[in-house]
């Protein structure tokens, strides 16, 4: 999934004149003690150091249950942060930052250990553009509307129809 979404970037980077850049490191670390430690490094640092000056910034929406290709790859939270997640009325999540069906943040023992864009910084970008699709991602997608996670959706005709019928 990460090789993908890497070339994927390179070409989107390519196609509009843009410059990627790379955070290497997990979407999840261990302790928040890990996270800290990854934020100090230069090379991080040099990707946060960005995060205040987006003007655009093109995400996923992810539904709880993560894709068969997340699951496969490895790339999903653990299966104790998904339970903890569900019982806490996550739906779904947008750059790790989860939320339930109103779009309202889901607090919880993930938040401390997610290595990127925090959730005040995400949300103060000016054009936030969400990319999902599948009926499967729905609720989710719904939810990242109703909570002002993104001002842009791109999406499949199917959940589109679905979005303006309710």
Wanted: with cysteine; proline share 5%.
């Amino acid at each position: 999934a990460q090789v993908s979404a890497t070339r994927l970037t390179a070409r989107f980077a390519e196609l509009t004149g843009g410059e990627p850049k790379y955070l290497a490191a997990p979407g999840v670390v261990g302790t928040a003690a890990a996270r800290d430690a990854l934020l100090a490094d230069p090379y991080v640092r040099q990707v946060s150091d960005a995060w205040p000056t987006l003007t655009t910034a093109l995400v996923g929406i992810g539904a709880l249950e993560p894709s068969p290709l997340l699951a496969e790859s490895g790339n999903s939270i653990s299966d104790a942060d998904q339970a903890e997640l569900r019982s806490l009325g996550a739906v779904g999540d947008v750059c790790l930052h989860y939320f339930d069906a109103d779009g309202l943040p889901v607090a919880s023992s993930l938040d401390d250990r997610v290595l990127g864009i925090p959730a005040a910084i995400l949300r103060s970008v000016p054009r936030r553009i969400g990319v999902a699709g599948g009926m499967r991602k729905l609720e989710a997608i719904r939810a990242a509307l109703r909570g002002g996670w993104i001002t842009v959706l791109i999406t499949d005709s199917q959940v589109a129809a679905a979005l303006i019928s309710q």
